[in-house]
């Protein structure tokens, strides 16, 4: 990348480019020492995350692929247990409309991770912790992906960074 350049890619960018051609096994249009790795975002704590510096956007956040298979595919749960916590959805999932008027493109939905505390005099709800790590969850629309593609199969693009420490605040659900 240039030198006084910036890499800071929208939404539509991340699904129509990135994930589209992703799926299509086409050329990925990023820059040529940025990458965005496979990898298990759930298998760890957002912080023991194998983090290199080429997978850094501008803005300090980072973004792994995520190959989900089977019945995990299509799942839209609001909770997702990761080792150590587990990612809460913020919000239901929004359309990532295109800038030219075609139909939608994907979908993104932000999570934050909560910390698991061992606590057995607290409600389940009352045991997460929340920490200032967040993540966006990106899905490519289903007709987005070619014919042959496996139905039992989706790749999903997490953007994770950490915000603002929170300390001692607690989950509670209405």
Same mark, same amino acid.
């Given at each position: 990348?240039?030198?006084?350049?910036?890499?800071?890619?929208?939404?539509?960018?991340?699904?129509?480019?990135?994930?589209?051609?992703?799926? =299509? $096994?086409?050329? !990925?249009r990023? *820059?040529?020492?940025?990458?965005?790795?496979?990898?298990?975002?759930?298998?760890?704590?957002?912080w023991?995350?194998?983090?290199?510096? #080429? +997978?850094?956007?501008?803005?300090?956040?980072?973004?792994?692929?995520?190959?989900?298979?089977? /019945?995990?595919?299509?799942?839209? =749960?609001?909770?997702?247990? #990761?080792?150590?916590?587990?990612?809460?959805? !913020?919000?239901?999932?929004?359309?990532?409309?295109?800038?030219?008027?075609?139909?939608?493109? $994907?979908? @993104? @939905?932000?999570?934050?991770?909560?910390?698991?505390?061992?606590?057995?005099? /607290?409600?389940?709800e009352?045991? @997460?912790?929340?920490?200032?790590?967040?993540?966006?969850?990106y @899905? !490519?629309? *289903?007709?987005?992906?070619?014919?042959? +593609?496996?139905?039992d199969?989706?790749?999903?693009?997490?953007?994770?960074?950490? $915000?603002?420490?929170? =300390?001692?605040?607690?989950?509670? =659900?209405?």
């Amino acid at each position: 990348m240039w030198v006084g350049c910036r890499f800071t890619p929208t939404d539509e960018l991340l699904v129509c480019d990135f994930l589209f051609n992703k799926v =299509r $096994g086409l050329l !990925l249009r990023v *820059p040529s020492d940025f990458v965005i790795p496979e990898l298990d975002v759930y298998d760890k704590a957002p912080w023991d995350l194998d983090i290199r510096p #080429a +997978y850094f956007l501008d803005d300090e956040s980072y973004c792994f692929v995520r190959v989900c298979r089977s /019945k995990e595919a299509g799942d839209e =749960r609001s909770e997702r247990k #990761a080792r150590g916590g587990t990612w809460i959805a !913020l919000d239901k999932p929004h359309e990532i409309q295109r800038e030219d008027g075609r139909p939608v493109a $994907g979908s @993104r @939905r932000s999570f934050k991770f909560f910390v698991d505390i061992d606590d057995p005099t /607290k409600s389940e709800e009352g045991r @997460r912790v929340a920490t200032g790590w967040m993540m966006h969850k990106y @899905r !490519l629309h *289903p007709s987005m992906y070619p014919p042959h +593609y496996k139905e039992d199969e989706e790749m999903i693009l997490c953007r994770i960074w950490q $915000g603002k420490q929170i =300390r001692g605040l607690t989950l509670h =659900r209405h």
